[in-house]
């Protein structure tokens, strides 16, 4: 028994969605300070592509919400540039499936985007925005904001993603998108006085909720206007917070699915648990999982 000793920097979107789903990943890699290298994992495919992704589509638009021209020509001639300073990877032999995906993804994301920013009469496009911390209860927030566009209508906050439609759809038709809520808060919007979207690269298709401004958006029928959710699900995030600061100042280390029995009930108010394991968990290879 013991109490397990709290990380007093701020929190990360990414370090919240552990806390609250897979406590045990979050003392293993925020608190002990273990990494996926230690452990013998390797960065997957979807990761570089979005990395490259990203990248282009931040330097496309480096003048602006009407980018650089030509996007054919431009990938043509930025393009090789990005993947030398990035993506290396992407240039060995057998890798051209590979290549023409991200081109792809690229080529979408810059329509999609330049279609909004038109319909929204964006004037002031930023990418990467790393704004200053903000409180959230007991903790501080801090992320980054991968697309930030203000201009005549709503602030829209979207999130760049290679991948993972039918993930980002569940979450946003069922509340529980997190990252986009605390990328609204950072970003002075903790009302829900903006447009928020996931934005799939891979598929050229924006997530949204329902009733948003974006012009061509998938917006699940279950979905609540971004004024009612954000609100909704920061007040359970923050109770999510002290439940979990409450079980690891105890000494307690929640597991998460595959081993979820005995578990004691959640208290009301805070956000539900994950009834799957993390796709992602660099951990299971500590915690003896793989074979299961």
Same mark, same amino acid.
């Given at each position: ?11 990360? *979107?990414?370090? @919240? ?5 897979? *406590?045990? =990943? ?6 002990? !300070? ?11 495919? %979807?990761?570089? @592509? ?21 996007? =054919? ?5 930025? &393009?090789?540039?990005?993947? /030398? ?5 992407? &240039?060995?032999? !057998? ?12 080529? +979408? ?15 002031? $496009?930023?990418?990467?925005?790393? *704004? #200053?911390? $903000?409180? @959230?209860? *007991? ?14 209508? /709503?602030?829209?906050?979207? /999130? ?15 509340? +529980? ?35 948003? !401004? ?8 279950? +979905? ?21 600061? #409450? ?20 208290? %009301? ?21 793989? $074979?299961?």
């Amino acid at each position: 028994e013991g109490t397990i000793p709290r990380r007093e920097d701020p929190e990360s *979107p990414t370090s @919240l969605e552990k806390l609250w789903k897979y *406590p045990y =990943e979050y003392v293993a890699g925020r608190i002990a !300070g273990l990494r996926r290298a230690s452990l013998g994992a390797l960065a997957s495919g %979807p990761l570089l @592509l979005g990395s490259v992704l990203h990248a282009a589509v931040a330097e496309y638009f480096t003048d602006g919400p009407g980018g650089a021209g030509d996007p =054919e020509r431009w990938l043509s001639d930025r &393009l090789p540039g990005i993947l /030398d300073r990035i993506g290396l990877p992407l &240039l060995q032999p !057998g890798t051209t499936a590979e290549r023409s995906a991200v081109t792809r993804a690229i080529r +979408s994301t810059i329509s999609v985007l330049s279609r909004e920013f038109a319909h929204r009469g964006a004037t002031a $496009v930023r990418f990467e925005v790393s *704004p #200053d911390p $903000v409180t @959230l209860g *007991p903790i501080q927030v801090r992320g980054r904001v991968d697309v930030y566009a203000t201009g005549r209508a /709503d602030p829209a906050v979207i /999130d760049l993603k290679w991948g993972s439609a039918t993930l980002r759809r569940k979450e946003v038709a069922e509340g +529980s998108d997190m990252q986009l809520s605390v990328y609204a808060l950072l970003v002075g919007h903790g009302a829900g006085d903006l447009d928020i979207a996931y934005l799939i690269g891979s598929r050229g298709e924006l997530v949204a909720h329902g009733g948003s !401004g974006f012009d061509q958006a998938f917006e699940p029928e279950e +979905s609540l206007p971004t004024r009612e959710s954000v609100p909704a699900l920061l007040a359970r995030l923050e109770e999510t917070v002290r439940w979990r600061r #409450d079980q690891l100042e105890a000494g307690t280390v929640e597991l998460a699915p595959p081993q979820t029995a005995g578990l004691a009930p959640a208290p %009301p108010g805070v956000l539900p648990r994950p009834v799957e394991a993390d796709p992602y968990d660099g951990f299971r290879t500590l915690l003896g999982w793989d $074979v299961i």
